[in-house]
């Protein structure tokens, strides 16, 4: 059972829901920047550093001397907002304490949104602050890629890119209610509709087309699920089993595991899209992002 804390977030979300009313994408943008100015500012054991890598805003979170377990392991993390809205300053808080339990630096990447630069222009963003810090003598078996919703879905995409290309791959990944099917095709995503106080199939739909542009919606270019994923690394994926989403992470799994690779399914019931977001005002949220922390040092 949720915790009560967990269950009034609930209900404040349901309360935002306008049903038939489509908001453009600024309107999105805006409005998710002003709902999470609160998360913009991390935690006061941090420090943050502003960065620009391979042209492409990033922001470093560095964790206190006392508790670093590594001077080098880093997580490199792609904030989600469907592809067409968040940013570093949205996603500052949770990149933090993901920081924190995994007790390393975190690197935030600021790619390029849509409508106004569609695939591949995300993906290359990525793919240039990974070669880069490459370049810059980092080890990748002391990388460890994360990503939230639609970043959930970039990162494994990108795995898929440096496998196909040689280059070394990250030491793991970590996955928070990733989006991985651009074509919408999960029964979750019409059974878990009237659920989901966050994500909207309707929304999911013009987010698609904003992204993939031409491409079909099945390409594992842009929709990583149907991609090979022979020879990635060990992952951890967490989902809510409130959210249209749930059936992208249950396939992956399954498919990862046919493919041999390590993969660590956390299902969390009734809990809702990306609810570490919420780390400092739900129970559920610091659990599960303990558990991250816990994944990343036995991957140290």
């Known amino acids: 059972m949720p915790s009560s804390q967990m269950k009034r977030l609930i209900e404040y979300l349901r309360g935002l829901q306008q049903p038939g009313k489509e908001l453009s994408f600024d309107d999105m943008r805006r409005g998710m920047e002003a709902s999470n100015a609160w998360n913009s500012r991390p935690p006061e054991e941090v420090q943050t550093t502003p960065e620009c890598l391979a042209g492409v805003p990033c922001e470093w979170t560095q964790v206190p001397d006392a508790m670093r377990v590594s001077e080098s392991a880093t997580i490199l993390h792609l904030h989600g907002g469907g592809f067409v809205m968040g940013s570093i300053d949205s996603h500052r808080g949770l990149v933090a304490r993901l920081a924190l339990a995994a007790r390393i630096r975190a690197l935030a990447v600021g790619y390029r949104l849509s409508p106004e630069h569609p695939y ?76 989901d106080p966050m994500v909207s199939p309707d929304d999911l739909v013009r987010m698609s087309a904003a992204y993939r542009g031409e491409l079909d919606p099945s390409n594992p270019a842009v929709s990583p699920l149907f991609a090979s994923l022979e020879g990635l690394p060990p992952m951890v994926v967490q989902v809510g089993t409130a959210e249209v989403l749930l059936d992208d992470a249950r396939r992956l799994a399954e498919r990862a595991r046919s493919a041999g690779i390590p993969v660590d399914l956390q299902v969390f019931p009734d809990l809702v899209h990306v609810f570490q977001f919420f780390g400092p005002f739900v129970p559920e949220a610091g659990e599960a992002i303990e558990q991250i922390g816990t994944f990343v040092q036995s991957h140290l």
Request: proline share 5%.
């Open 120 to 195: 591949p222009a995300a993906a290359e963003d990525v793919l240039g602050v990974y070669r880069c810090l490459l370049d810059r003598g980092y080890q990748a078996e002391q990388l460890f890629l994360s990503g939230d919703s639609a970043g959930g879905g970039l990162a494994l995409a990108t795995l898929v890119r440096l496998r196909d290309m040689g280059l070394p791959l990250p030491r793991a990944v970590v996955l928070l209610s990733p989006w991985l099917d651009l074509s919408l095709s999960g029964d979750s995503m019409r059974s878990r509709a009237d659920e």
